[in-house]
């Protein structure tokens, strides 16, 4: 008999008659439908299933809004009121059935913030008449009507139609999305102060949400599960409090199946860290709201936000904090992390970092990807994806974040792998982020990784670092060169005082920098650092050139970032050229001003300078040859993980 760990969390549960084989359930995530209406494309479909292949007993797909018309809030909505969709909704709900998994599907109404459709042309509604000021910059307001009654009424039916159809496709569950600010919420809110039925007491306000589960029971039947994701607290001034969020719960209860606690409101930019917590808050940190709403209801209760970790998971459904926890990014970060906990293999999960890589990129129109699990994105491919044809000897150069994907890779693909590592570990340069406590994962996956190579195939060569002539001796039949970048240091008239560090140094070093410090440089690395200093009482300051700070990219992590400036007093100065450091600081120049900012310690982080001579000088030492990551042009971790591990893909193909 196999001894499982993690016995609760992987117990079966029954919801409406229907069986879910354990307690991980994968949380409402959208994708970037393409196809006229929104509808899902074949790789939106493997983002799905792959879930499913990787254990979990529920897998919900998001974004999907039951009125085209009122309720538009994003780009891509898929349309509940569309059959021709029922087709795509078939197929999805097929892909993730037959792997043992009960489909979901995110049912949305954007109420007040229905910005789309507002863009249309089309007159929007809340529960009563309200100008927006969207949480997105440089968007106008928008402006919502007073619902009228013969539109509430028609909304209902929208849901219960949208329910229908998703049943009909093959769907067992619907996820109405009653949180986060939309319109469901917007109904159940203090702020609903309408003069009829339909607002005003507390009772009136709650009558929408449960019109539109009966409404769905009535048409479903009694076998078909419904969830209903609400913000537990929207933990910002102004917003409704713990306690109300336990008033909705008990409103809810016995109207429903399933009452999964999120906390936060779209509306209110700085919660979004909060509803999807970031690197700076501890995991499971909004975990407090279900289990303290659990203690109100009858009806089975989730809870959500920064889960991936089986322990804590197990510990949730034990002690009766939660009946269904789940995920959403730490499915994306391993999509096989409900099988390796059922099998003993936790060691082997790569934890989520929580840097936001994923959902910065789908907001700016991309696909989802992934810091960590470079196959996100590719679902399509990995789920076909074969052995490579013709077996080769590959040398993979610097070990790395790239170096270690690649050498992964290539072993899985069934290739003899060498992997030379000029120091004495795997992991590089970011290990110098080992004492940064928001950063904790990030070790652990660079310590994952080294682990998942000491297991592999690999012939690992630590302290060799590979000149032409020791890449001519092992005669490879492809070399993936991974050596990465360094520090760029720019001339600046006193940039080599002894007052000077680099940020690698101060990361490694922080007691050696003064309790007065600028950084040169707002980028992230710089950007990180200053909260790591501001930490442990360090005054710092950032200065950089360029009109705003730079985030790479990665503007959710920006938004985080900017939430930890005032905590620690960081002063930031943009558009700001640094023209001399001396034994007082830094001078800096803006607008043909100059100032001397103060500092006992002045930190360089003003980008990085790709070793692309050196991997240039290894390109004719193999028939094949792959420059990746860093030393091709320095990216973000994200792509030099991708470009390590479409390389290995790349060789041995026919």
């Known amino acids: 008999m196999h001894n499982c760990k993690y016995p609760h969390l992987f117990s079966p549960i029954i919801l409406a008659n229907t069986y879910f084989k ?125 619902m009228p009654p013969e539109i509430i009424e028609r909304t209902i039916n929208k849901f219960a139609d949208a329910a229908y159809m998703a049943k009909r496709s093959g769907f067992g569950m619907v996820t109405l ?4 600010g939309w319109l469901l919420t917007q109904f159940m809110h ?62 809810l209860d016995g109207h429903l199946d399933l009452i999964h606690v999120s906390a936060g409101c779209h509306e209110v930019e700085e919660v979004f860290t909060v509803t999807h917590p970031s690197m700076f808050l501890e ?9 303290e709403i659990k203690k109100h209801v009858k009806t089975a209760v989730a809870t959500v936000g920064s889960l991936s970790d089986p322990e804590m998971m197990e510990e949730i459904i034990a002690s009766g904090k939660a009946d269904v926890v789940e995920i959403a990014r730490g499915i994306m970060a391993d999509t096989d992390l409900p099988k390796k906990a059922q099998s003993g293999r936790d060691d082997e999960i790569t934890q989520c970092l929580r840097c936001f890589a994923c959902f910065s990129h789908l907001l700016q129109g991309e696909e989802y990807s992934c810091a960590v699990n470079p196959k996100i994105g590719h679902a399509l491919n990995e789920m076909y994806q074969r052995p490579a044809e013709v077996k080769k000897k590959v040398l993979v150069v610097g070990g790395g974040i790239g170096g270690m994907t690649a050498a992964l890779t290539a072993a899985e693909q069934g290739h003899e792998v060498i992997l030379c590592e000029k120091s004495g570990e795997l992991g590089g340069v970011l290990r110098c982020e080992g004492k940064v406590p928001f950063k904790k994962h990030l070790h652990e996956y660079l310590d994952h990784q080294a682990l998942m190579i000491s297991r592999a195939a690999i012939d690992v060569r630590l302290n060799t670092e590979v000149t032409p002539e020791y890449a001519e001796e092992i005669g490879a039949d492809a070399i993936i060169c991974c050596i990465g970048a360094v ?45 790591f200093l501001g930490m442990q009482g360090k005054k710092c300051t950032i200065l950089e050139m360029a009109p705003e700070l730079n985030y790479g990219g ?63 000088a290894l390109r004719l030492c193999a028939p094949e040859f792959y420059l990746t990551g860093d030393c091709r042009f320095p990216k973000s971790m994200r792509e030099a993980n991708w470009d390590a591990y479409q390389a290995a893909l790349d060789i041995g193909k026919k």
């Open 22 to 146: 354990n307690r991980i359930f994968a949380s409402p995530q959208g994708t970037s439908y393409s196809t006229y209406g929104n509808q899902p494309t074949d790789e939106d479909m493997a983002f799905y299933e792959r879930k499913a292949i990787g254990g979990a007993a529920s897998v919900c797909i998001g974004d999907a809004v039951v009125d085209s018309t009122y309720g538009l809030g994003n780009g891509p909505h898929m349309h509940m009121d569309d059959w021709s969709n029922a087709v795509h909704l078939n197929r999805m709900a097929r892909g993730i059935n037959r792997h043992g998994a009960v489909s979901s599907i995110e049912l949305n109404h954007c109420g007040s913030s229905a910005r789309v459709s507002f863009d249309m042309g089309n007159t929007i509604y809340g529960p009563v008449a309200k100008k927006t000021e969207n949480f997105h910059h440089g968007m106008a307001p928008i402006y919502a009507e007073e």
């Open 177 to 180: 999305h009653g949180g986060h």
């Open 190 to 251: 203090p702020t609903n102060t309408r003069h009829d039925e339909w607002g005003g007491s507390f009772e009136n306000r709650m009558r929408l949400p449960i019109a539109v589960c009966d409404a769905i029971r009535k048409k479903c039947g009694p076998n078909f599960v419904i969830e209903m994701r609400i913000s537990g607290s929207e933990v910002y001034e102004g917003g409704y409090d713990l306690d109300y969020g336990i008033q909705i719960a008990k409103a």
């Open 283 to 291: 995991d499971g940190v909004n975990v407090k709201y279900a289990a």
């Open 487 to 531: 520090a760029s240091v720019p001339p600046i008239p006193g940039i080599d005082g002894k007052n000077v560090m680099s940020a690698e140094d101060a990361y490694r070093n922080p007691e050696k920098t003064g309790e007065n410090v600028v950084i040169l440089g707002g980028g992230l690395v710089g950007t990180e650092l200053s909260v």
């Open 554 to 616: 990665n503007i959710l992590q920006g938004q985080a970032l900017t939430l930890q400036y005032p905590k620690y007093g960081i002063e930031i100065h943009t558009g700001t050229k640094a023209v001399e450091v001396n034994s007082d600081g830094v001078v800096g120049e803006k607008d043909g001003e100059k100032t001397l900012y103060r500092a006992d310690t002045v930190i360089t982080a003003m980008g990085m300078k790709p070793l692309r001579d050196e991997a240039l």
